[in-house]
């Protein structure tokens, strides 16, 4: 066997069985140790994170009128499960370079050294495109949403406070958001989470293009279909509102086309590579269709 042949083969790591089970259990447990360390660390400092959490709607609100964004608890525990939920979602995100390092240790061993190449900028762009995601709903969409929601307010709390004795001459009081502080939480985790992971669409398809699953071909093929699964997975994953449903709608369907054209110029690179080896001739690709070539016999 030659030196060339030896980079490209399975690193030097045939176990046992018992040996890789040894391995993961190993790999869970740092990766376990890691989150609740961090879910720790973030229980301490949960307010300014929650705080963070809350501009936007502080701005919306202020906006709109509102003296102020103070949030209540409804129930007396709430305060507590909100810090503890603010703790699990932020040491999540605190502790993913350790788990994600774990993974990879425990993954890469079993893999070509070809491979390891190939599929580490998609772990690298795995992240980057959820804080891409995470921050297009934070700084656009959750702003947009709540100035919208805020709009069915009859009168801002300023003004009930300076015209007190005009709503007693008024048959019907206001209608002013006093807002759970569980609930704004859930929503706007909701709007990061989703956008954080249909964000992921282009690193997933690419992947199974690079890995011959898919091609650029089928995907612009079912594009349609696509466009009604797009339309019913921002349905699911938004609130129930219109808006919220075609910002996403719009943010993920680009996200499709570029998903073609990194997937197309995968398939330029393989073709280019199969040329210079003599596997195909030039005109030729390595995907072409043969449904293509009867249709146009």
Same mark, same amino acid.
């Not at 958001?177 to 990061?192: T, V």
């Given at each position: /066997?030659?030196?060339?042949?030896?980079?490209d083969?399975?690193?030097d790591s045939?176990?046992p069985?018992?040996?890789h089970?040894?391995?993961?259990?190993?790999?869970i447990?740092?990766s376990?140790?890691?989150?609740?360390?961090?879910?720790?660390i @973030?229980?301490?400092?949960?307010? #300014?994170?929650f705080?963070?959490?809350?501009? +936007?709607?502080c701005t919306?609100?202020?906006?709109?009128?509102?003296?102020? @964004?103070?949030?209540?608890?409804i129930?007396?525990?709430?305060?507590?499960? /909100?810090?503890?939920?603010?703790?699990?979602?932020?040491?999540?995100v605190?502790?993913?370079p350790?788990?994600?390092?774990?993974?990879?240790?425990?993954?890469? #061993?079993g893999?070509y050294?070809?491979?390891?190449?190939?599929?580490?900028p998609?772990?690298i762009?795995? #992240?980057?495109?959820?804080?891409i995601?995470?921050?297009v709903?934070?700084?656009v969409v959750?702003?947009?949403?709540?100035?919208?929601?805020?709009?069915?307010?009859?009168?801002?709390?300023?003004a009930?406070?300076g015209?007190?004795?005009?709503?007693r001459n008024?048959?019907g009081g206001?209608?002013v958001?006093?807002?759970?502080?569980?609930?704004?939480?859930?929503?706007? /985790?909701?709007?990061?989470l989703?956008f954080?992971? @249909?964000?992921?669409? +282009?690193?997933?398809?690419?992947?199974?293009g690079?890995a011959?699953?898919?091609?650029?071909?089928?995907?612009s093929r079912?594009?349609?279909?696509?466009i009604?699964?797009?339309?019913?997975v921002?349905?699911?994953a938004? +609130? +129930?509102? /219109?808006?919220?449903?075609?910002i996403?709608? @719009?943010?993920?369907?680009?996200l499709?086309?570029?998903?073609i054209?990194?997937?197309?110029?995968i398939?330029?690179?393989?073709?280019?590579?199969?040329?210079?080896?003599?596997i195909?001739?030039d005109?030729?690709?390595l995907?072409?269709?043969p449904?293509?070539?009867?249709e146009?016999?």
């Open positions: /066997m030659t030196k060339a042949t030896d980079a083969e399975i690193d045939s176990a069985l018992i040996e089970l040894t391995e993961l259990r190993t790999r447990l740092w376990l140790l890691a989150y609740v360390v961090a879910i720790i @973030c229980f301490f400092v949960w307010e #300014p994170i705080n963070f959490l809350k501009a +936007p709607l919306a609100m202020l906006n709109n009128g509102a003296p102020n @964004c103070d949030l209540q608890y129930a007396l525990q709430e305060g507590f499960f /909100m810090a503890f939920n603010i703790s699990l979602a932020a040491g999540f605190l502790a993913f350790v788990i994600a390092y774990q993974m990879w240790r425990f993954v890469a #061993p893999l050294r070809t491979e390891k190449n190939a599929f580490l998609f772990l762009a795995s #992240p980057f495109m959820f804080i995601g995470a921050a709903a934070y700084y959750v702003p947009l949403a709540f100035n919208f929601f805020l709009t069915f307010q009859q009168e801002t709390a300023s009930v406070a015209a007190a004795e005009e709503m008024q048959s206001g209608i958001f006093h807002g759970s502080a569980q609930a704004y939480l859930s929503l706007a /985790m909701k709007f990061i989703a954080g992971i @249909c964000f992921q669409l +282009p690193v997933l398809l690419t992947l199974m690079k011959g699953l898919i091609t650029s071909r089928s995907l079912v594009r349609r279909y696509a009604v699964a797009i339309l019913l921002a349905a699911v938004t +609130p +129930p509102d /219109m808006m919220s449903q075609v996403l709608f @719009c943010a993920i369907y680009p499709y086309e570029v998903s054209f990194l997937v197309r110029r398939e330029r690179q393989k073709d280019a590579q199969a040329r210079a080896e003599g195909i001739g005109g030729e690709s995907y072409d269709d449904a293509d070539e009867t146009n016999a």
